[in-house]
């Protein structure tokens, strides 16, 4: 079936946000709201929001009196009746949408498509109700719907073919990527972003850094483009610490999404982001107050020689590079000199750990972290015994030419280093649990997250090799099995293929 006419169930940010880009493709569009004068109200705003996009050239005046006219606000739920199908965008509560969907399906054809727009609940337990339980489907944008280029397309467990393929052509006319999505705890993108937020969290509460640097580091140095504890506090805990406690217990207390007691206590404290002038930071008129500055470089006029060990021979050269290029005396023996600053790059550990591994003096031992672009913002990582003054050397020769530099307190695999290899390792498992191709996992999370990259296709960027590395240290040295690595992972990094490849049967 191609899908003509429409009905939208909720008329507030999200569902006219839909209603708009239905318009926009051609549909009709019937609007319809229990709340008194919420259709009428939302159908100003759009028009409002329509006739700007005009004045600014974006279609002609004919094009928006076209667009408007495929709009009609309904005075009774029954005038639903006739419609190909009905998009449901009213508040996340499983009773009130499966009582919602019962009456609706009195109303409708057998033939009309029924779809919910939830971010969070079980599309198979809103349809348990339905006596045509096979024309149910999840049909989740993300806000605003008209800029955010995606819709996750969700089958239940009874959902018919044809009724997702529908959604899809249409996601297609809507311009929106639609992509297909198991009906499981956070669909993709909601579930492909648990990595991010709590292993920062994971990082704040081991106490490596503060908030400040850790924002600084995953947004200079990785790349996102916004620091999670920013992150957080522009979608506020009050939205996004229930999702990380559902999805952790939708999953039975799976390790990999374990939420944080911080978050917790400041949802308690009502310290719960922008929008209440605290969370992670505080802000007046919108903007944060309490930002921690950059670090300071010392002042650093001698330096000692400097010795080089890493994992990776292609590290040890562009470090032996970069510090030829200062300067500064490289130490080229087996061992380092009783005074040399000792520098290691290495992947999921700590210094105090590496150290022991090469068998260097832990007291003039900093690490860096080269896993992200060297020319970006660098990370140091001394041991819990290195002298003051061989750290304020590696930072003085890193922070050279004015140079982003953090130093931070030791972690079990630097900051980038664990965020992205959860980051990439989850979408893995979501892979390898075939909740949805690869390639519409990484697809679906670089639109619907705004990443720099799909987060496979971000694993091969940075080298499947050292994900897995990272990974398996770090279960190593920790025990903690929310680092344990995805089979889709292992399997690829080994065979050195890519992480989107996929089986011939």
């Known amino acids: 079936m191609t899908i003509q006419t429409m009905a939208l169930i909720g008329t507030g940010v999200m569902g006219m946000g839909i209603a708009q880009i239905a318009a926009q493709a051609g549909l009709e569009v019937r609007l319809f709201d229990a709340k008194t004068g919420a259709a009428e109200a939302g159908l100003a705003k759009l028009k409002a929001t329509l006739e700007k996009l005009q004045a600014k050239g974006k279609f002609t005046e004919e094009v928006l009196n076209e667009i408007l006219a495929r709009f009609k606000i309904l005075d009774s739920i029954e005038e639903v009746a006739g419609v190909d199908l009905v998009v449901e965008a009213i508040i996340e509560n499983l009773d009130i949408k499966q009582s919602l969907f019962k009456q609706l399906e009195s109303i409708v054809s057998p033939e009309t498509i029924l779809a919910t727009n939830t971010s969070s609940l079980s599309v198979t337990a809103i349809a348990s109700n339905l006596e045509y339980q096979g024309r149910m489907a999840g049909f989740h944008f993300f806000n605003p719907v008209p800029l955010m280029k995606i819709v996750e397309v969700i089958a239940g467990l009874a959902t018919d073919e044809q009724v997702v393929a529908d959604l899809l052509e249409l996601a ?268 519409d996992i990484d697809q679906a999370v670089k639109l619907g997250l705004g990443y720099p990259y799909g987060p496979i296709s971000w694993g091969d960027v940075l080298g499947a090799d050292r994900i897995l590395l990272i990974l398996e240290r770090m279960l190593a040295n920790t025990g903690d099995q929310r680092y344990r690595p995805s089979p889709w992972l292992q399997r690829r990094a080994r065979l050195k293929l890519s992480l989107l490849h996929t089986v011939a049967v």
């Open 172 to 439: 297609q006319r809507m311009g929106h990527l639609g992509v297909r999505t198991k009906d499981t705890p956070g669909f993709i993108v909601n579930h492909a972003g648990r990595a991010y937020g709590t292993e920062a969290l994971k990082i704040l509460g081991e106490g490596v850094t503060s908030v400040s640097e850790i924002d600084r580091i995953l947004r200079e140095g990785a790349g996102f483009r916004m620091g999670p504890f920013e992150l957080f506090d522009l979608t506020a805990l009050d939205v996004s610490h229930p999702v990380m406690e559902s999805i952790f217990n939708q999953y039975y207390q799976e390790d990999r999404y374990r939420p944080s007691a911080l978050t917790r206590q400041m949802l308690a404290g009502k310290k719960v982001g922008r929008k209440v002038g605290e969370g992670f930071y505080k802000y007046v008129d919108g903007q944060k107050i309490n930002e921690v500055s950059a670090q300071e470089v010392p002042d650093v006029r001698t330096f000692n020689t400097v010795w080089i060990r890493t994992d990776r021979a292609e590290d040890a050269d562009l470090l032996a590079a970069y510090i030829r290029e200062q300067g500064i005396t490289l130490d080229h023996a087996e061992t380092p000199a009783q005074d040399s600053l000792i520098v290691l790059a290495t992947y999921g550990e700590d210094t105090t750990t590496a150290a022991l591994r090469f068998g260097v003096d832990a007291t003039r031992t900093v690490s860096i972290d080269l896993l992200t672009d060297f020319a970006k913002h660098r990370t140091l990582m001394p041991s819990i015994v290195t002298e003051k003054n061989y750290i304020d050397q590696a930072h003085a020769l890193f922070a050279k030419n004015g140079h982003g530099v953090s130093v931070i307190a030791e972690s079990i695999g630097f900051i980038s280093q664990r965020v992205l290899s959860m980051v990439v390792n989850l979408a893995c498992d979501i892979a390898q649990q075939q909740i949805a191709t690869a390639s």
